[in-house]
């Protein structure tokens, strides 16, 4: 419906409404108050379809609005979310990288202290770590 439609519709209501409430003058009370009850239920109804039904509108060059009416199906879920999936799987996968990485590099310093001919507390010395910035210097 387009917007003009939804005037029309709207001010028809309306003149159906007054009607309506000019011929309930009459009618007993135990009528008047059913009538009133009736009524009641009638604007519930149409208050929560009516929220139900704009859930989100999104404006810009054009508009587009989200309704409750559309339902999702399963692929139209999953598809919704993948990208989530995939920002998981890559951070996983970026985390077991970078683990593998530093416990190679670990790997690589306890190889060089066990294989080299120095005994790990010479590492320790201040005074070798001189000696090596020294003999450094001279090649």
Same mark, same amino acid.
């Given at each position: 419906?387009?917007?003009?439609?939804?005037?029309?519709?709207?001010?028809?209501?309306?003149?159906?409404?007054?009607?309506?409430?000019?011929?309930?003058?009459?009618?007993?009370?135990?009528?008047?108050?059913?009538?009133?009850?009736?009524?009641?239920?009638?604007?519930?109804?149409?208050?929560?379809?009516?929220?139900?039904?704009? =859930?989100?509108? *999104?404006?810009?060059?054009? $508009? &587009?609005? %989200? /309704?409750? +009416?559309?339902?999702? #199906?399963?692929?139209?879920?999953?598809?919704?979310?993948?990208?989530?999936?995939a920002?998981?799987?890559?951070?996983?996968?970026?985390?077991?990288?970078?683990?593998?990485?530093? =416990?190679?590099e *670990?790997?690589?310093?306890? $190889? &060089?202290? %066990? /294989?080299? +001919?120095?005994?790990? #507390?010479?590492?320790a010395?201040?005074?070798?770590?001189?000696?090596?910035?020294?003999?450094?210097?001279?090649?």
């Open positions: 419906m387009n917007a003009n439609q939804l005037i029309a519709a709207d001010l028809y209501g309306r003149r159906v409404a007054a009607r309506l409430s000019e011929g309930t003058a009459g009618l007993p009370y135990e009528i008047t108050e059913r009538l009133r009850a009736a009524r009641m239920q009638a604007l519930a109804q149409r208050k929560r379809v009516a929220g139900l039904r704009t =859930a989100a509108t *999104v404006s810009g060059a054009g $508009a &587009a609005t %989200l /309704t409750a +009416d559309e339902d999702f #199906s399963l692929w139209q879920m999953a598809a919704s979310a993948l990208p989530i999936l920002l998981v799987a890559g951070l996983v996968f970026i985390h077991t990288i970078q683990n593998e990485t530093r =416990a190679n *670990v790997a690589e310093v306890d $190889a &060089a202290l %066990l /294989t080299d +001919d120095l005994p790990p #507390s010479a590492y010395d201040p005074g070798f770590i001189q000696f090596l910035k020294q003999s450094g210097n001279k090649e």
